[in-house]
């Protein structure tokens, strides 16, 4: 006889085995649709001579099972998206290294939306501009020492030997920047101190530029979330009318009006009245996996990037990537609202 125990445990584990095959179903299908939209409805940006950067709305089905189902399945989704779509239309060698990169990035968005999901919205947008004061105020009083002891990208031009250059009497940025630069040469590049003036100019980059460039995008990410949780919240028409018996009806004359109110109403269903945590969830993520591409095909020389300071390659593929994290952010939540409002569906959602 087999105990009501193991029995119970026995149809636990084939509910388990069910709910896995399904989200995999799911899984395929959105990762079927994103293989479509990159084969025929995608281009590359040229950057450089060289592909800078796709574009287009297939990442949309890439980043939906990661959101609805967990890391599991968006790590499967990211990897098998690049894989398939590199050899369904090649369009330069492939990279395994990035293969990797992207399935770690579907890993990272899912484990983010599981800690994100369901906090107020006041202590993500808290975070948010904490950390967006911490980047601006950086890169302004580093912006700031770095003119008043007077580093620009130019303090080594005419110097035969910026080795000589004596930084003691320097703020402690400045003089970080010089020590870690005035002793490069490259024998290969005349003259040879030109090693040092390209390393001064990627460390004023690094240390001014890319924080000032990481606390707008924190501004744009916050106006987006303005822009996007005005209006109608979750739960307004219940707080307001109690148990009311005609509550439909009252509902209904509460519905918001207008096309943007009901895309906001439509947006904010599956969490408490704020895109924030999604959006931090999409865009952050997408940066985070657009510095380690870029920081790849910066260090292989791709099309002779290797060239050009690191912030070049890395900030306007940065921006685009932002551009396009703001618009999946709004389409994943109109996507997520309509999953959420079918029974079938939401019984898969993790």
């Not at 179903?25 to 990159?38: K, N």
């Not at 380690?292 to 690191?310: D, E, Q, V």
Request: positive net charge; hydrophobic residues 50%.
């Amino acid at each position: 006889m087999i105990k009501l125990s193991d029995q119970n445990e026995l149809k636990r584990n084939a509910t388990n085995r069910q709910l896995h095959l399904r989200r995999m179903i799911a899984t395929s299908v959105f990762l079927a649709i994103a293989l479509i939209l990159r084969t025929y409805f995608s281009t590359y940006l040229t950057f450089m001579g060289a592909q800078g950067a796709r574009v287009g709305i297939h990442g949309i089905f890439i980043i939906m099972p990661a959101i609805l189902f967990g890391p599991f399945y968006g790590a499967v989704a990211s990897g098998l998206g690049d894989l398939l779509g590199h050899f369904i239309r090649p369009s330069g060698p492939w990279l395994w290294q990035m293969t990797i990169i992207l399935t770690l990035g579907g890993f990272v968005r899912g484990w983010a939306w599981r800690l994100l999901r369901g906090r107020s919205p006041f202590s993500t947008r808290a975070v948010v501009i904490a950390i967006t004061l911490l980047f601006l105020g950086f890169g302004s009083f580093t912006m700031i020492q770095l003119r008043q002891d007077g580093i620009t990208r130019g303090f080594y031009d005419g110097m035969e030997n910026p080795s000589e250059v004596d930084a003691s009497e320097m703020g402690f940025i400045s003089r970080m920047i010089v020590i870690r630069t005035q002793n490069l040469r490259d024998e290969r590049l005349d003259p040879p101190s030109m090693a040092a003036v390209n390393a001064l100019s990627n460390r004023i980059d690094e240390t001014v530029f890319a924080p000032m460039a990481a606390g707008v995008f924190g501004v744009v990410l916050l106006g987006v979330d303005l822009i996007l949780s005005r209006g109608y919240k979750k739960g307004e028409i219940r707080k307001k009318h109690g148990n009311n018996e005609n509550l439909q009806s009252l509902a209904e004359e509460d519905a918001p009006r207008g096309f943007k109110a009901r895309m906001t109403s439509f947006i904010k269903t599956p969490w408490n009245g704020s895109i924030m945590s999604l959006a931090l969830t999409v865009i952050l993520i997408s940066l985070l996996i657009n510095i380690a591409n870029s920081t790849l095909l910066w260090a292989i020389n791709f099309g002779g990037w290797r060239a050009l300071p690191f912030i070049y390659i890395w900030l306007p593929r940065a921006a685009l990537a932002f551009f396009i994290g703001v618009v999946n952010t709004f389409v994943v939540a109109l996507l997520m609202g309509a999953c959420y409002k079918q029974p079938h569906i939401r019984a898969m959602i993790d």
